[in-house]
T-cell receptor, first 113, second 109 residues
């Protein structure tokens, strides 16, 4: 049973465009929501993370929007670049099991020149 | 500073064999978590160890076991390998945020 549902499965965006990836969760005990970027043959790398006490967090070109009542959160990649082409995973965990991340299925993003 | 390191990088085994994967966490990190990532899917949690104690176990059979050593490095053991165990095995170390290593690619023939 997948506790974090991610969409879309894949995304093609032009250079300079905005990539938007959405995730939804069921378990209201989740209180930490990171996004990871993974390139082929590499381990996931942390991009940005948010806790439910804020509705938005921005780091450079990456923004997380969080809607606690809807149990949804999303990643926006502004001014997408070809180097952003990768697979992106949302994840969630809870304080009393902080070492256990529940991952979404991933979104493959391709940025065309 | 060195990140999370894992060895070996690649491994080929046959069905029924046993395998041991190794992980060294970031210096100062006392927690290590193991994940299995099947091609095209998100990582699935297998184990977490903190201060040499198991703190969490995912939905994996007893063929999977792990341990953590006094220097906080960790080993993941898988017995009686099945074809379906072919995957990228990831180790993550953390204080709070999890940082992943490059993984060990296991192929079971």
């Amino acid at each position: 049973q997948q506790q974090v549902k991610q969409s879309p499965q894949s995304l093609i965006v032009q250079k300079g465009g905005i990539s938007i990836i959405n995730c939804a969760y069921e378990n209201t005990a989740f209180d930490y929501f990171p996004w990871y970027q993974q390139f082929p043959g590499k381990g996931p790398a942390l991009l940005i993370a948010i806790r439910p006490d804020v509705s938005e967090k921005k780091e450079g070109r990456f923004t997380i929007s969080f809607n606690k009542s809807a149990k949804q959160f999303s990643l926006h990649i502004m001014d997408s670049q070809p180097g952003d082409s990768a697979t992106y995973f949302c994840a969630a965990s809870m304080t009393d099991s902080w070492g256990k991340l529940q991952f979404g299925a991933g979104t493959q993003v391709v940025v065309t020149p | 500073d060195a990140g999370v390191t894992q060895s070996p990088t690649h491994l080929i085994k046959t069905r029924g064999q046993q395998v041991t994967l190794r992980c060294s966490p970031i210096s100062g990190h006392k927690s290590v978590s193991w994940y299995q990532q099947v091609l095209g899917q998100g990582p699935q949690f297998i184990f977490q160890y903190y201060e040499k104690e198991e703190r969490g176990r995912g939905n994996f059979p007893d063929r999977f076991s792990a341990r953590q050593f006094p220097n906080y490095s960790s080993e993941l053991n898988v017995n009686a390998l099945l074809l379906g165990d072919s995957a990228l095995y990831l180790c993550a170390s953390s204080l709070e945020t999890q940082y992943f290593g490059p993984g060990t690619r296991l192929l079971v023939l």
